[in-house]
């Protein structure tokens, strides 16, 4: 059975929430770990 991984995405940019390289990176580590992932964001 895969671990469930939820990764939080908000905002846009370094300054401002999750910046498209380390939310890119972490998800390719969870993906090569085996991970069941899914990407979640706040609705306004």
């Known amino acids: 059975m895969k671990t469930k991984v939820a990764v939080i ?3 846009c940019g370094v300054h401002d929430g999750a910046e498209i390289q380390e939310s890119l990176l972490t998800l390719l580590a969870l993906e090569k770990a085996g991970a069941e992932v899914s990407c979640l964001a706040p609705v306004r």
Request: charged share 0%.
């Open 9 to 11: 995405l908000s905002g």
